[in-house]
């Protein structure tokens, strides 16, 4: 089985901005509840680039419901321990 690798244009500064996204405010109940309301600016406040690519994955992770942000954090949280994740700087990214 061939190792792993991130493509050319691999965007690691984006790959930071939404696992801080992630470990900041999809993990987080009360802050998955402002995204909800509010999800660029929640993700804004959280120190998220608000960028065309950043911008695309938070208003299609705004789609998801509150039990479904809440699986992806605790999928995450999995992954993470389990060693499957991309070292983005801190926090690190889930690898699905």
Same mark, same amino acid.
């Given at each position: 089985? =061939?190792? &792993?690798? +991130?493509? &050319? %244009?691999?965007? @690691? %500064?984006?790959?930071?901005? !939404?696992?801080? +996204?992630? $470990? $900041?405010? #999809?993990?987080? =109940?009360?802050?998955r509840? @402002?995204?909800? @309301? %509010? =999800?660029? &600016?929640?993700? $804004?406040?959280? %120190?998220?680039?608000?960028?065309? @690519?950043?911008?695309? /994955? #938070?208003?299609?992770?705004?789609?998801?419901?509150?039990?479904? !942000?809440? !699986?992806?954090?605790?999928?995450?949280? /999995?992954?993470?321990?389990?060693? !499957?994740?991309v $070292?983005?700087?801190?926090?690190?990214?889930?690898?699905?």
């Amino acid at each position: 089985m =061939p190792d &792993a690798h +991130l493509p &050319a %244009d691999f965007d @690691q %500064d984006t790959a930071q901005a !939404l696992a801080r +996204l992630v $470990e $900041e405010v #999809i993990d987080v =109940p009360s802050a998955r509840l @402002q995204f909800r @309301q %509010d =999800p660029v &600016a929640t993700a $804004e406040a959280a %120190d998220v680039p608000i960028t065309d @690519q950043t911008t695309k /994955v #938070i208003l299609t992770l705004a789609e998801l419901s509150p039990a479904e !942000l809440r !699986l992806l954090s605790e999928l995450n949280r /999995v992954f993470i321990e389990e060693g !499957l994740f991309v $070292e983005t700087g801190n926090p690190p990214l889930m690898v699905y």
